[in-house]
């Protein structure tokens, strides 16, 4: 099981609900409102939780996903980190933990990027190797997202990324 925690200041943002949505519909979730409900939600493969401040407490099979827009502290980051590369505060914060950091963006240096987007669907090109929570390496590859409307950028990277870390299969693509 994966714990995504989705690290964000709004109340509702658009990445908490694109993650939500391609959690549910590529493998199923569970939506937890808090770390003491993680023992109640074994029987799912993923479980999703938001917060406004990171836990203090390190966990294993984690994927820790922060919005483009957070604001808040970053430590203690540990095991593997999704980041919008044009977040600064983000990025200079991974320099100093024990972290591996995922970048998502439209750079030629981000780990995932947008190979084309249009209403519907979007290819993004996963650039260099990626480690699953389970040890499995993830070689450079495309991978088609089909959305039910024109994509946020962001918010699609990061879902994406969240599930090729949580071990979901890519090679049918996912839906979003």
Do not use: W
């Amino acid at each position: 099981m994966a714990l995504i925690i989705v690290m964000t200041s709004k109340n509702d943002s658009h990445l908490g609900e694109v993650m939500r949505s391609a959690l549910e519909k590529n493998g199923g979730m569970s939506e937890i409102k808090r770390l003491a409900d993680i023992r109640k939600s074994r029987r799912f493969k993923n479980c999703l939780l938001t917060l406004k401040n990171p836990p203090q407490h390190r966990f294993r099979n984690a994927v820790t996903v922060f919005d483009s827009t957070y604001k808040g502290g970053a430590n203690p980051l540990c095991g593997t980190s999704v980041f919008a590369s044009s977040c600064k505060g983000i990025l200079s914060a991974m320099a100093h933990c024990d972290c591996i950091g995922i970048s998502c963006g439209t750079g030629p240096l981000d780990t995932l990027s947008v190979a084309s987007c249009e209403e519907g669907r979007m290819l993004i090109s996963l650039q260099r190797d990626i480690k699953t929570l389970s040890g499995e390496i993830i070689e450079p590859c495309e991978i088609m997202v089909r959305t039910e409307k024109l994509p946020h950028i962001y918010p699609t990277l990061a879902a994406c990324a969240a599930l090729l870390i949580s071990g979901v299969p890519h090679d049918g693509g996912y839906v979003m």
